[in-house]
């Protein structure tokens, strides 16, 4: 690289990092810091101190065996060297869709030891959010696989690539890699020498981990975290879970480590608390029964519906769940009924963990759940109830969920109109949650006003379905709505204005053809002439609500 092109890159580092902002201030930080409830040091760092205490410990548990921490460090070191050789600088954003397993562990502290920021996003999104979040993010570089079920991920990503100026690499790995044109095998990117890579210690109050979330508006949130954010304050958070050293910790994550869920993984598990990772490719419920015999897991981390599912398979009577300490649940709220009846069925403490990507965490702890999602950790997060001026409400009443503390976000990634509305300028988040604190102290979330549907832990953006949606000629107007569903607490509806007979599959067809994962894709519809009315004049979701809720499965007119 000549002095010229050392000067343009150098310009672009700093452009870069003149891009975030943290709406939290530096004073609290660092009396946050003082505190004791940062570590002071980046992922990488931190990571590396349990590779030199105990190189032999294992790391990650997943189909291909036992990797040690020393094996996962060497491997992150060929990765991050394979990084710079690219031409990935600090600062530079570098996107990652692949499966639970230790190639994502890897990729993970690879990008950390070069300073860089990781955008996990799980397998499965479709072109539209995987184009939107690479665009907004400005990633240089994706890491993604050959094939997923048959969707060839890296190829379409590379198709896009007209509208993704800043990219320019596209990572491939797993089957069929070599054969991907325009890519770079992830193998010619491990072919780096470990021993010749200089790890940069990064500020630990630096941008780390951009974590995505499928909110209210059409497209996925960024919410930009630093080292000491996840590190400290969802550190906290899942040490409180555990019983014992925070080593001992045998984490069995049934969700995406892509996900804002799994950002406790590789950065918390492992980097932060020095514990073992349990990873399967992908959620079944037999499978998940069977490693749990072999491999002996503290902590079972998913959504209320991989619980259900795991509770209704018979076999669960006869499978050794004595290693557990905890089912973790978040993503969507939990019954007492399935709680009860997992207590009694796995033989450990159920927790219900109330959180989001957006920078706020509360858990009912190891002890009986009650309903609430128990006190909130000043080590983690506080949390107030606010009146809709942004006024603290007394104990009892009930308001808005409110967030600030030692996990919060620096800011939502390039989106100074979120920042705007969902962050007050003393850096505490909305949640656009309602709740109230008990006489004990105890949180309870009592509903949302956030119009979004929670899918089996998955969140739905009603505004996103509908975009799409309304751009089918039979459909004149259309509003999705939740409807209460027994196994995944809900499902989508939606409801269309349209003088045609409209089948579901014509609806999801159009969805499909947009781009678009199925998983958000409606799984109820409702044929009207036209959308009711509100007093205001707006749509009333209420009352299609209420309609979607007595139309039973499939379509109705």
Known sequence: ????????????????????????????????????HYPGQ???????????????????????????????DQAARRLAAGLVQLGIVPGDVVAVQLPNARLACAVDLAVAAVGAVVLPFPLGRGDRDAVSLLRRSEAVAVITVADHHGYPCAERIRKHADALPMLRAVIVAGDGAAK?????????????????????????????????????????????????????????????????????????????LASAFGSSGTPVTLATLGGTLVLRPSFDAAGTLRTIAETRPTHLLGVPTMLRMLLDRPEIQDTDLSSLQAAVLGGAALDLDTARRAEELLGCTVVSLYGSADGVSCNSGLALYDGTVGRPDPAVADIRIVDPDGIELPGGATGEVVARGPMSPMSYLNSPELDASLRNPDGWTRTGDLGLIDDR???????????????????????????????????????????????????????????????????????????????????????????????AGKVDRQALRAQAANQGSGTTR
């Open 1 to 36: 690289m000549d002095l010229g092109q050392a000067q343009t890159r150098k310009s672009l580092v700093n452009r870069t990092s003149a891009r975030y902002t943290d709406h939290v201030s530096a004073d609290q930080r660092q009396a946050w810091a003082a505190a004791g």
């Open 42 to 72: 980046d992922l990488y760092s931190l990571f590396r101190g349990h590779v030199q205490r105990t190189p032999q410990a294992p790391a990650v548990l997943d189909a291909e065996g036992t990797v040690s921490y020393g094996e996962l």
């Open 180 to 256: 991907t044109p325009d890519c770079v095998p992830i193998e010619a990117l491990a072919a780096a020498t470990a021993d010749e890579f200089v790890p940069r210690e990064s500020d630990p109050d630096a941008p780390a981990r951009i974590l995505v979330t499928s909110g209210s508006e059409a497209e996925p949130k960024m919410v930009l975290y630093s080292h000491n954010a996840l590190a400290g304050g969802r550190g906290a958070m899942m040490a409180g879970l555990h019983r014992g050293s925070p080593a001992t910790m045998r984490n069995l994550f049934l969700v995406p």
């Open 441 to 535: 102290g105890r949180l309870r979330i009592v509903g949302r006003r956030k119009d979004v549907v929670i899918r089996g832990g998955l969140n739905i953006s009603p505004a996103e379905v509908e975009s799409v949606l309304i751009t089918h000629p039979a459909i004149r107007d259309v509003a999705c709505v939740a409807v209460a569903d027994p196994l995944y607490g809900e499902r989508v509806c939606a409801c269309v204005a349209t003088s045609a007979d409209l089948s579901l599959a014509e609806v999801t067809a159009h969805l499909a053809a947009a781009g678009m994962e199925p998983r958000k894709f409606p799984e109820r519809l409702l044929l009207l002439a036209a959308l009711p009315l509100s007093a």
